[in-house]
């Protein structure tokens, strides 16, 4: 099938590569020039494992383009991706500007009957907003259809072509027949639903999600005034088949570029339709205040912060991505700048230059290619992000360059027990100090 897709983030770029690695011939069409141009040089403007070999292989065989032409993009396609996207605005709303404009750039360009997907996260009612938005533009025939995307970063490409599930809102029954013509090969349930429905389901399935952080992170702060400990609980909660495994790991809380902003943009929909949504408003509360448990937990091991030097290892919302977007590992570094503190940092792969003009970044910051080398005259280490390459350090090492041999470990990456052998001062989320 002839596809486009807009936006080439992490979304768009890994249903454009994959798409076309399932033998479609994929357009990849964004605003953003510098993205094109290192993409048609084989390049990827941000990491994400196996995009880059899909999109050099993909576009030696001429299955994938990318472009900046809006024309190219909208001729002879069947099918047209939204994968713009939809931050949060000051507000806690979801920012439907890109899309606005997305579907205004359709409605002025196709030229014939084309199914307009959007894989983009967005408020109920969107998939209406898109359908009028492009009848004021044309008179060409069109249908819109709803399908969010579930991808982890980290994990994109795997997740995109093994997901557990594909979510088609549609009323149309010409465009539903071409999207599962598309999804055919898929072997996993197919959810044919309206379009709100489909847009819930991903706002819904993102809320629960957080939700169980949340609620795992207050059983972990709870252990610690009890003497219990978070790990034996849950996996013993996790192996319920009614409760699950998966999300059930205390630390510093949620981030990223999804959760933050799809639990606030839900909270408000509801707030929209006159419903307070009590228990999301909990979630947000209690992610926050895990990023301050922490930075108390320092501040009684080594007491007033003022003028100290500490090091943070992990900037990534979460391992083998580079995406610092509503990063856990940037609250903790903004709330050490608050108390006067000399940051230290580490990531495998964070840009650091994101990270030096990030907004919340607002005092003196270090950052290092080298793990240990960030330890340098530091008075203490914490573990923000749980990357493998973290797990397993020279201990020895972190214990002779660290001033204090402490470590504050945000992601529960230690074992207190070998942590009290080799001599550090430990405190992690939810367990007992050894
Ligand atoms: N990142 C994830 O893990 C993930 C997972 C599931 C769903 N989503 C949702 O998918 C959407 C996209 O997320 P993302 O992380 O890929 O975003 P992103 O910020 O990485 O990429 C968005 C891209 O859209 C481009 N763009 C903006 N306006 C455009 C226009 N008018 N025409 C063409 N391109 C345009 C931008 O230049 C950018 O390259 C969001 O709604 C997000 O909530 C994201």
Same mark, same amino acid.
């Given at each position: ?24 011939? *994929? *357009?990849?069409?964004?605003?953003? %020039? ?51 996207? &939809? ?20 409605? %002025?360009?196709?030229?014939?009957? &084309?199914?307009?997907?959007? %894989? ?17 533009? !044309? ?62 389901? %991903? ?7 957080? &939700? ?20 034996? *609980? ?23 570029? !999804? ?83 000399? *940051? ?33 005259? !530091? ?56």
């Amino acid at each position: 099938m002839n596809i486009s897709v807009f936006g080439t983030g992490y979304v768009g770029l890994v249903t454009g590569v994959c798409l076309a690695n399932l033998g479609h011939n *994929v *357009v990849c069409y964004d605003i953003d %020039k510098n993205k094109i141009k290192l993409l048609n040089c084989g390049k990827v403007p941000f990491f994400e494992p196996q995009v880059e070999k899909l999109v050099i292989e993909n576009s030696q065989e001429g299955k994938i383009n990318f472009t900046t032409d809006i024309k190219i993009a909208t001729e002879n396609c069947e099918i047209i991706f939204i994968a713009v996207g &939809t931050p949060q605005k000051e507000s806690g709303k979801a920012d439907l500007s890109y899309v606005k404009k997305v579907a205004e750039q359709i409605g %002025k360009n196709i030229s014939a009957y &084309t199914v307009i997907v959007n %894989k983009s996260t967005v408020p109920i009612g969107t998939g209406n907003l898109v359908r009028d938005i492009i009848q004021n533009e !044309c008179d060409v025939e069109f249908d819109i259809i709803s399908n969010p995307e579930f991808l982890r970063e980290g994990s994109a490409v795997d997740d995109f072509l093994n997901p557990e599930r594909i979510i088609i809102g549609s009323d149309s029954q010409r465009a539903n027949f071409i999207i599962n013509k598309l999804y055919k090969d898929f072997s996993c349930p197919i959810i044919n639903t309206d379009i709100e429905t489909a847009e819930m389901i %991903k706002y819904a399935s993102n809320a629960f999600l957080a &939700t169980k952080i949340s609620f795992v992170n207050e059983i972990a702060n709870i252990c610690e005034k009890v003497g219990a400990n978070i790990d034996d *609980v849950s996996y013993a909660m996790g192996l319920d088949s009614r409760i699950g495994n998966k999300f059930l790991n205390a630390g510093i809380g949620y981030g990223g570029s !999804c959760f933050p902003k799809d639990i606030k943009a839900l909270s408000n929909i509801a707030l929209s339709h006159d419903y307070d949504f009590e228990l999301l408003k909990s979630v947000i509360k209690v992610n926050t205040n895990q990023r301050l448990f922490l930075i108390n937990k320092i501040k009684k091991l080594i007491g007033n912060l003022e003028g100290k030097k500490i090091c943070v290892w992990g900037i990534a919302f979460k391992p083998n991505t580079d995406d610092i977007r509503e990063s856990a590992a940037i609250d903790i570094m903004s709330l050490l700048h608050n108390e006067n503190v000399i *940051v230290n940092a580490y990531d495998p792969q964070v840009n650091y230059d994101y990270v030096r003009n990030h907004k919340k970044i607002t005092g003196k910051i270090n950052l290092y290619s080298d793990k240990y080398d960030a330890l340098e005259n !530091c008075d203490a280490l914490i573990i923000a992000t749980e990357w493998e390459e973290l797990r397993k350090p020279d201990f020895d090492k972190i214990d002779e360059i660290l001033i204090n041999p402490i470590i504050v470990d945000g992601r529960n990456i230690y074992s207190p027990v070998e942590m009290k052998k080799l001599g550090f001062k430990y405190v992690s989320v939810g367990r007992k100090e050894i």
